[in-house]
């Protein structure tokens, strides 16, 4: 029984999502990459109300597996706060891929996710890689409009 109750937590923790700690340079790459899948690409961070009741949205697009969709979570909170992040993906039990962007100067870098952008969060930018199509929202989306925002992107190839 000890030993049952020990491989069950060694295999949760194994499959416990972490943030990884990135710069500007890799979200870049991520947001210019061409490939298959639309990119949807959410900003949050866990202080922020509406980014944290959103993120279901994208935690149930993720678990409908579709191959051409790939979900990206870029957390905003600071760098070292990465062990209150980890607690936090891992209470809400998240498996998208989650980066935390370590990056204070925000005016460097938030005019190149989209120049609309004022900083507020939540905001999604959703991308079709193979015909460059981008839509942006700095809002907090329901999960229609989430659907929605990626149908009209998938339906420009």
């Known amino acids: 029984m000890l030993r049952l109750l020990i ?22 790459k991520l947001i210019t990459s061409k490939s298959d899948k639309i ?7 866990t202080w922020c109300a509406p980014c944290v ?16 969709v790939k979900v990206t979570l870029i957390n905003l909170d600071y760098a070292d706060k990465v062990g209150k992040v980890n607690a936090f993906i891992s209470k809400k039990k998240i498996t998208s891929d989650v980066l935390l962007l370590d990056e204070i100067d925000y005016n460097s870098w938030i005019d190149k996710v989209d120049p609309s952008w004022n900083g507020a969060i939540p905001a999604t930018l959703v991308i079709n890689t193979s015909t460059g199509e981008r839509k942006f929202m700095e809002c907090e989306l329901t999960e229609p409009e989430l659907d929605a925002f990626i149908k009209a992107v998938k339906s420009s190839n």
Do not use: C, H, M
Request: hydrophobic share 45%; charged share 20%; aromatic share 12%.
């Open 53 to 68: 009741k959103e993120l279901p949205y994208f935690e149930n697009l993720e678990q409908k597996n579709d191959p051409s």
């Open 7 to 28: 491989a069950a937590l060694i295999s949760t923790s194994a499959l416990a999502q972490q943030a990884e700690v990135v710069k500007f340079g890799r979200l870049e």
């Open 39 to 45: 990119q949807v690409i959410n900003f949050w961070a």
